[in-house]
């Protein structure tokens, strides 16, 4: 069975705090990914990896920045936290580069900024 | 980039009614289509997928959808809801960034709700 876990299931913090969320999978999975979660607006690519030290851009980058040193370890970095960046954040990880994989998910990391 | 539509931001059925959650996906090529569900408090899970092959794919607790190209359409049913099946409900598309990589891009949800 897949499995990846998230650090923290609830976290807050205060404004111009510098975050960081991990997010790790047991299954040796090549691509990582990053997502935040917003009622209405579903999920919303942030960044994503296929490979140790790489990193690809999502839809929405600005703010954030990813580590991913160890093939099974994927870093969310929030450089100085802003209140629009409370949400809940889900990780995934998947196998196959070519799209068509199932992509994994962990339970999610809902982040207060105040 | 793609983008997905889900019709209906809430759904609400009585027990043992058919369900239908509706999709509509952009893409001039035969996609990588997905649907994911999310129960409270907990992350997605895949419910089914449709990656080229047969039009009608079968998930997991009775779900299926059926691909139709000429509608760009990836509907979700179930013939009889379950109290068990009241959660959210997402429909994915697997998109080529720019970059030449793939990644989902998914839709705004569906939130079901079951009557007893």
């Known amino acids: 069975d897949v499995k990846v876990t998230q650090s923290s299931r609830y976290l807050v913090k205060r404004t111009g705090e510098k975050v960081f969320l991990e997010c790790v999978q047991d299954m040796d999975h090549e691509n990582m990914f990053w997502y935040r979660q917003d009622p209405g607006l579903g999920l919303r690519l942030i960044y994503f990896s296929y490979d140790v030290k790489m990193k690809e851009k999502g839809d929405i980058p600005e703010g954030y920045s990813v580590s991913r040193e160890k093939k099974e370890r994927f870093s969310l970095i929030l450089e100085s936290a802003s209140t629009n960046q409370t949400s809940m954040y889900l990780c995934?990880?998947?196998?196959?580069?070519?799209?068509?994989?199932?992509?994994?998910f962990g339970p999610g990391t809902r982040l207060t900024v105040l | 980039a793609q983008s997905v539509t889900q019709l209906g931001s809430h759904v609400s059925v009585s027990e043992g009614a058919l369900v239908l959650l509706r999709c509509n996906y952009s893409s001039s090529v035969p996609p990588y289509l997905f649907w994911y569900v999310q129960y409270p408090n907990q992350g997605l899970q895949l419910l089914l997928k449709y990656t080229s092959a047969a039009t009608l794919v079968k998930g997991i607790n009775d779900f299926e959808a059926e691909f139709k190209k000429s509608e760009t359409s990836f509907h979700l049913t179930k013939p009889s809801a379950h109290m068990s099946d009241a959660a959210e409900y997402f429909c994915?598309?697997?998109?080529?960034?720019?970059?030449?990589?793939?990644?989902?891009?998914f839709g705004s949800g569906t939130r079901l709700q079951v009557q007893p």
């Open positions: 995934a990880s998947s196998f196959k580069r070519d799209g068509s994989d199932t992509q994994y």
């Open positions: 994915a598309v697997s998109d080529l960034m720019d970059t030449g990589r793939r990644a989902l891009t």
